[in-house]
T-cell receptor
Framework: NAGVTQTPKFQVLKTGQSMTLQCAQD?????MYWYRQDPGMGLRLIYY???????DKGEVPNGYNVSRLNKREFSLRLESAAPSQTSVYFC???????????FGEGSRLTVL | GEDVEQSLFLSVREGDSSVINCTYT??????LYWYKQEPGAGLQLLTY?????DMKQDQRLTVLLNKKDKHLSLRIADTQTGDSAIYFC????????????????FGKGTHLIIQP
């Protein structure tokens, strides 16, 4: 059971570089999410997609863009990385019947 | 706005009960959740409770909900070393199941530390 798969697991960037975090789920969920986790801050929602073809801003969207490529895939892009974006990023998909969110294992990003 | 508060650390002796507390502000939340995060891993759902329930028990886990005080607690009986993790409280807000709209609002997480 793959569940939610996100890549890469680790990435080091220099300030100003761009990169895309990939996420895919195989549970046929309509909704998908990107969160970031920082020490002492808990999880904060960056963007979400309630269904294929729609995306919406969360609590901390600045500096990020997302694409809901199809029902399975939801990517997060940093166009010009900043040190403040050093974090652990989690992708999740949601089961609307139970309300449960299923999380990937996280992507640890360091921006120098 | 929505806010979920929980203490950052809890230390208990192995074999004792752990009680992790959480307060939330959104009285319209339909579901309230407890997630567990082990080191280097993502979050996994431990249990959830529907807002019209007062208590839910699942093996060693007991969830108590006080809607009047907007207080949620998670009790882990006979705490073991494998219970060492970060525990997140989360609320669904108005969206009901929480998985179909703007996601869940999480607390900052409580680090459960087990003493031998």
């Amino acid at each position: 059971n793959a569940g939610v798969t996100q890549t890469p697991k680790f990435q080091v960037l220099k300030t100003g570089q761009s990169m895309t975090l990939q996420c895919a789920q195989d549970m046929n969920h309509n909704s998908m999410y990107w969160y970031r986790q920082d020490p002492g801050m808990g999880l904060r929602l960056i963007y979400y997609s309630a269904s294929e073809g729609t995306t919406d801003k969360g609590e901390v969207p600045n500096g990020y863009n997302v694409s809901r490529l199809n029902k399975r895939e939801f990517s997060l892009r940093l166009e010009s990385a900043a040190p403040s974006q050093t974090s652990v990023y989690f992708c999740a998909s949601g089961d609307t019947n139970t309300g449960e969110l299923f999380f990937g294992e996280g992507s640890r990003l360091t921006v120098l | 706005g929505e806010d979920v508060e929980q203490s950052l650390f809890l230390s208990v002796r192995e074999g004792d009960s752990s009680v992790i507390n959480c307060t939330y502000t959104d009285s319209s939340s339909t579901y309230l959740y407890w997630y567990k995060q082990e080191p280097g891993a993502g979050l996994q759902l431990l249990t959830y409770i529907f807002s019209n329930m007062d208590m839910k028990q699942d093996q060693r886990l007991t969830v108590l909900l006080n809607k009047k005080d907007k207080h949620l607690s998670l009790r882990i009986a006979d705490t073991q070393t494998g219970d060492s993790a970060i525990y997140f409280c989360a609320e669904s807000g108005v969206s009901g199941a929480g998985g179909g709209a703007d996601g869940l609002t999480f607390g900052k997480g409580t680090h459960l530390i087990i003493q031998p």
